[in-house]
């Protein structure tokens, strides 16, 4: 059945797109994750990826053109199926329905409207942005004001965690943070209510209300829960627990998902907030009580029988497993590393590398003044040189046509605390050594402190992954698809080697590609590694 494709909202302040480019046309075999066009926002010109498979059976919006958030872009389906009726539907639906709706109908629509224009001026209702192109919810790691801060334009609200990283999202509104939907640690939909921001004073219930019908009606019935919830006055929830004695507490949403994590019984932490409400505070200075080591002696006294000839000292202790929330990050890790693990048909060839001309050169380059280069960067270098000799591994493969891709664009994964990221070094072969080090510091470092932007991880045709700096001497990789390749790079490791006939001591490291076999052949790969090795055990082939 064929499937409508509308224009998507891919920043969180995006009214409007421009297909910048098709990178499919009509007819053409889709794949879920194909990249269907680029699509320029209000902030960048991002690549927009189909989640369904079929035949591009139709363009809604040409190539230049702008269309509204949510207007027909394309339809997918099965190949010789009649799409007239959506196409034709998609323009008329309006109208159509105006005419057929019943009165009932008619006040019902109505009546949001009538409800829309009661927000007063000056108050905006905040939406969980959608801070990457494949985000579908959001956590918020911290938020940087609480209700009753003056924001400004520009301020940090809060840290929001990705797909894809942990990133700040500022106001584009003045005024006082009124409301906090979301609290910390806590994981929503896009377009649900973060927060709202306004005058001091203003009715924040008729602000929610008019908002947003669905969750107020949700709000304002909390009878009809199994749980007892309660809202303070700063806008924060706070849930009811059942205890042991059948009492009941309160607790914060976030302080319930931290003694969850940890195995604590909120039946044991005083809450120090309002009518003693436990807080994220109570839960992580919490500290377990006498009972536990007391239950250990007791089982202890048990096992040990008194007719035993001599006593038996068992171990004693308390099994425990604790479940942590898989990051969003992680969440994309997993998915995206399995559809390239299980889609792509794998080989691996490795070499190993006479690394001693490249030692002597590295320490002559970082001789010279204010200039830092490390073997990474020599590799990537390499890598994309040879790249430049042997497009076939440059390439991505597209089921009906294989893209060459006539720019080289290299990723290096970085390791952070959440997963790996891989920020992409755009035009490498166009860089020197020193700008590439320069350069990969940078990314690095944006990477590690959560302030790199998606644009800067897009786009890659090759990736370099290191592990050489954890004394790992070999390893492989899984390709990190559309790529057709990673290179896996190792430890330089000093041991016995023949030069000129003699054992002598030597500087070797060694690499593997992994390829995948659609799109590089095995005399392909080898001849590519070849070059590789040419480069650095030359070094000074790399400076001309």
Same mark, same amino acid.
């Given at each position: ?44 010109? $991002? ?46 639906? @309006? ?8 009165? @009932?109908?008619?006040?019902?629509? /109505?009546? =949001?409207?009538?409800? &829309?224009? &009661?927000?007063?001026? *000056?108050? /905006? ?9 494949? $985000? ?20 940090? %609200? ?18 006082? %943070?009124?409301?906090? *939907? ?11 209510? %973060? ?7 203003? #009715?924040?219930?008729?602000?929610? +209300? ?86 250990? *002696?007791? @089982?202890?006294?048990?096992?040990? +029988?008194?007719?035993?000839?001599? =006593? ?56 010279? =003044? ?6 990474? #960067? $020599? ?6 040189? &040879? ?8 390439? +991505? ?19 952070? #605390? /959440? ?5 992409? %070094? ?17 990314? &690095? ?23 050489? $700096? ?20 190792? @430890? ?53």
């Amino acid at each position: 059945m064929a499937e409508v494709i509308n224009m998507p909202r891919l920043s969180d302040t995006m009214e409007e797109g421009t297909v910048a480019k098709w990178l499919k046309q009509v007819g053409d075999k889709i794949e879920e994750g194909d990249i269907l066009a680029e699509i320029e926002t209000d902030k960048a010109t $991002m690549e927009f990826e189909s989640f369904n498979e079929g035949t591009l059976l139709y363009i809604g919006i040409k190539e230049g053109d702008t269309a509204p958030v949510d207007s027909l872009l394309a339809i997918i389906g099965e190949k010789g199926e009649d799409v007239s009726g959506l196409i034709n539907g998609s323009s008329s639906d @309006a109208q159509a329905e105006e005419k057929t709706e019943s009165p @009932a109908k008619k006040e019902e629509k /109505e009546a =949001p409207k009538a409800t &829309a224009a &009661a927000i007063p001026d *000056g108050v /905006e209702i905040v939406k969980m942005p959608r801070l990457s192109d494949t $985000m579908e919810e959001g956590t918020v790691a911290t938020w940087l004001k609480k209700v009753g801060d003056e924001v400004e334009e520009g301020d940090i %609200l809060a840290e929001i965690e990705t797909d894809k990283a942990t990133m700040e999202f500022e106001s584009f509104y003045s005024g006082t %943070l009124l409301y906090v *939907g979301i609290n910390e640690g806590e994981t929503a939909p896009v377009d649900a209510v %973060l927060a709202v921001i306004g005058p001091k004073g203003t #009715d924040v219930d008729a602000v929610l +209300s008019a908002g947003s019908g669905s969750a107020t009606e949700e709000e304002s019935a909390p009878e009809e829960t199994t749980k007892a919830e309660t809202t303070s006055k700063n806008g924060q929830e706070s849930s009811a627990v059942a205890t042991h004695d059948g009492q009941r507490i309160f607790a914060s949403p976030l302080a319930k998902k931290i003694a969850q994590d940890k195995g604590i019984d909120l039946g044991d932490v005083k809450g120090s907030g309002d009518h003693g409400r436990i807080i994220k505070k109570d839960v992580e200075e919490y500290k377990p009580k006498q009972k536990a080591a007391d239950k250990a *002696g007791a @089982a202890q006294e048990k096992t040990a +029988s008194p007719q035993a000839a001599a =006593p038996i000292n068992l171990p004693v202790g308390q099994e425990g497993t604790e479940e942590v929330k898989n990051s969003q990050m992680r969440k994309v890790i997993a998915k995206r590393l399995g559809e390239s693990k299980f889609s792509a048909p794998h080989y691996y060839l490795t070499i190993e590398v006479d690394m001693d001309y490249a030692k002597i050169s590295r320490e002559q380059i970082n001789g010279l =003044p204010d200039t830092k280069v490390s073997f990474n #960067d $020599m590799v990537v270098k390499a890598c994309a040189m &040879a790249l430049k000799k042997h497009p076939q591994v440059n390439t +991505s493969w597209n089921n009906d046509t294989t893209r060459y891709n006539h720019h080289i664009h290299i990723g290096v994964a970085v390791a952070v #605390d /959440e997963g790996l990221l891989v920020p992409v %070094l755009k035009f490498a072969d166009q860089m020197t050594l020193t700008q590439i080090g320069s350069s990969v510091k940078d990314l &690095a470092g944006k990477a590690r402190n959560k302030k790199i932007s998606p644009a800067e991880m897009e786009g890659s045709t090759f990736t370099v992954s290191n592990l050489g $700096m954890f004394g790992i001497s070999e390893f492989t990789s899984i390709i990190n698809q559309p790529n057709s390749a990673i290179l896996s790079v190792g @430890a330089i490791v000093q041991k016995p080697v023949v030069k000129n006939g003699q054992i002598v001591v030597g500087n070797t490291m060694k690499v593997t590609l992994a390829c995948d076999h659609r799109t590089v052949d095995g005399a392909t790969g080898a001849q590519f590694l070849q070059t590789l090795r040419a480069y650095l055990e030359n070094p000074v082939t790399m400076l001309a």
